[in-house]
DNA sequence: CTTTACAAACCAAGCGCTTGCTTGGTAGCT
DNA sequence: AGCTACCAAGCAAGCGCTTGGTTTGTAAAG
């Protein structure tokens, strides 16, 4: 009965289908008003059961996390590989991560972003750890295109600014209307180097 | 034993006085980890009492969201007024909004943005109408922008980039750095019409 | 083929604790 | 006298998690 439809990058064993379902819950209502309960309803056990899957609930959070940054990092990654100039580089970026932040991996995207304060200090040091290796491809293409003189902002801040914009169109951008993901990316490309 | 400052817009009244700590907390923790315990020992009395001022802890919420949305809206009808030309008037805009969201309303609007599922769906839909009349503030100056020619791209999606970039500020800016918040009004009010 | 062994996955029940909120009463100011 | 502001105590419900046992799938041993 559940059919929380799977995240991309998560697997279908009974932890991943866990996984997809917390993560579908945690984006929701919030980390701490979902249940366990409510995670072990959606995938039909008992919700004593996770506890076999996961030593707590503040695991179950943060293997989500975890998953999402890993695949998304890669993303990255393929995204600058793909490109042949800066510019075509950042283009690929901010695809890539609107298309995480919109598409396949919304869920567990909102979540991290909006649950980071769920997770234990520890663990946040661990997320952030994995963090900084994402956010250092994003600062490698926007130092160089600083440096080419696409643009005169400090590329830190540039890269803030850009993480706003992205990070808020879960609230606001949907698939099924007219705008694009790659419309909606080109537009913000043009926030950064300005328009033709 | 309180001291946790003020929010602009707040009043000193018992009540202001909870409305403040209550901020604070929820910024800190969260709206779901802060119990009304924390709140009473923040002000320096029973738990129990604070019902004498709020029927319930989502109301405390509540006023928080409303106080703050009515403070920042008469802020932004005062930029626009102060403004002689749309562009000075969109600087100022983003001046107040940045001003609301790292300075003397910080937290309130953190909790604002953050904590709005933590509403029941009719306050949900009660505050939803004030910050409607908030955001037609904006769109009215942006979209005099947009017709006198300073951008291209749609005024809503400018609209929703903007709250993105501002929204995201209170996760990195910090006032006792070299930038100011006048400069990174500038910087932001670029990203919609260009550099000089 | 059947039997035995074993681990992974899960159930049923409930414990101990925290939570938002209530109640009935009191202190102090006007 | 009456109002605002508060205290002291505690209740009912919901929470994360534990426990001890049962089912199920798999694969080697007889």
Redesign the pocket.
């Known amino acids: 009965m559940p059919d929380t439809h799977a995240i991309h990058g998560i697997d279908n ?2 932890r991943g289908r866990l996984l997809s379902a917390a993560a579908h819950l945690f984006r929701d209502k919030g980390f701490d008003r ?4 409510d995670i ?1 309803a959606a995938v ?6 996770i ?3 996961f ?4 695991d179950i959070l943060f293997a989500v996390m975890e998953e999402v940054i890993r695949f998304n990092t890669e993303r990255l990654r393929q995204a600058v590989a793909d490109g042949q100039t800066p510019l075509e580089q950042l283009r690929n970026l901010v695809r890539a991560e609107l298309t995480a932040t919109v598409g396949d991996t919304r869920e567990a995207m909102v979540v991290m972003v909006g649950e980071w304060r769920c997770l234990s200090e520890p663990k946040q040091k661990e997320a952030l750890a994995l963090r900084e290796i994402y956010e250092q491809i994003w600062l490698d293409v926007l130092g160089r295109l600083h440096r080419a003189g696409a643009f005169h902002a400090d590329p830190f801040i540039m890269r803030r600014l850009l993480t706003g914009m992205i990070g808020w169109t879960p609230n606001w951008f949907s698939t099924n209307r007219r705008l694009s993901v790659e419309d909606l990316a080109d537009l913000i490309v043009d926030r950064v180097v300005g328009e033709a």
Request: charged fraction near 20%; glycine fraction near 10%; hydrophobic fraction near 20%.
């Open positions: 064993s009974p979902t249940t366990v309960r072990a039909g056990i008992q919700s004593g059961s506890f076999h899957h030593k707590s609930k503040e």
